[in-house]
């Protein structure tokens, strides 16, 4: 109830964001809600969707994971191809065009791509 506290005390919709390392959007939905409906409308109600996987595939998950890469047939005890580098700086594999995918022209733009007819 951090959030409503600060909305009590008329802190700054961005200084909350910041400190609670959220984004600005989501303390303006909040702000409202609780000026709308008081502190109780900002206590969770559990998740907004229901997970995919079953208690039983969880598991099975689990026990694939626990294997580790090599079982699943990466060279080397690590799920990333790049385990020191962050991943976000990773160069992505180069995508390798598929059979319908023509290549891009060479001619300069605005030129036709149907050859001219011969006049007589």
């Known amino acids: 109830m951090e959030v409503a506290e600060r909305f009590a005390r ?8 910041r400190s609670l390392q959220v984004t600005v959007r989501s303390v303006q939905r909040w702000r409202k809600m609780w000026s709308e409906d008081g502190p109780q409308s ?19 998950l689990k026990r694939d994971l626990d294997k580790g890469p090599v079982a699943r ?17 990773a160069p992505l594999p180069r995508a390798t065009p598929s ?18 007819t011969p006049s007589h």
Do not use: I, M, Y
């Open 42 to 60: 900002l206590v969770l109600k559990g998740p907004t969707s229901l997970p995919l996987l079953n208690d039983e595939l969880f598991a099975a």
């Open 10 to 17: 008329g802190d700054e919709t961005a200084a909350a964001a």
């Open 73 to 89: 047939g990466w060279p080397e005890q690590a799920w990333t191809p790049f385990p020191n580098q962050d991943l976000d700086r």
């Open 99 to 116: 059979k319908t995918s023509r290549p891009r022209s060479s001619r300069p733009a605005g030129t036709s791509q149907v050859p001219p």
